[in-house]
């Protein structure tokens, strides 16, 4: 059985960072896609940063573009979203997915974690 779980989020002051992490058990790591995604209150999904755990290309959104950095411990099956430069608009759960199709920003994944509050205030 696949299972994300996701760990980090919490209450930051803007110009922060917060560092989240999603575990990943039940998969061959090295097969597949990671993303996270963020859901702010009233608003769509939104696909935050992706990365293929096989050659570690990283996907950005423009919105986090210099900000996150996405990065993967092959040997502790877990994904890292280091967020630095925090602003309240970066609020939202946060998740982290699975697939081994790459789906890069797209929430077409079929595993999904339970998600991980963030949030930033002014």
């Given at each position: 059985e696949v299972q994300l779980v996701e760990f980090g989020g919490g209450l930051v002051q803007a110009g922060g960072s917060l560092r989240l992490s999603c575990a990943a058990s039940g998969v061959t790591f090295d097969d597949y896609f990671i993303g996270w995604f963020r859901q702010a209150p009233g608003k769509e999904r939104e696909g935050v940063s992706s990365i293929s755990i096989s050659d570690g290309i990283p996907y950005y959104a423009d919105s986090v573009k210099g900000r996150f950095t996405i990065s993967s411990d092959n040997a502790k099956n877990t994904v890292y979203?280091?967020?630095?430069?925090?602003?309240?608009?970066?609020?939202?759960?946060?998740?982290?997915?699975?697939?081994?199709?790459?789906?890069?920003?797209?929430?077409?994944?079929?595993?999904?974690?339970?998600?991980t509050q963030v949030t930033v205030s002014s």
């Open positions: 979203l280091q967020m630095n430069s925090l602003k309240p608009e970066d609020t939202a759960v946060y998740y982290c997915a699975a697939d081994p199709i790459d789906y890069g920003l797209e929430p077409s994944y079929y595993y999904w974690g339970q998600g």
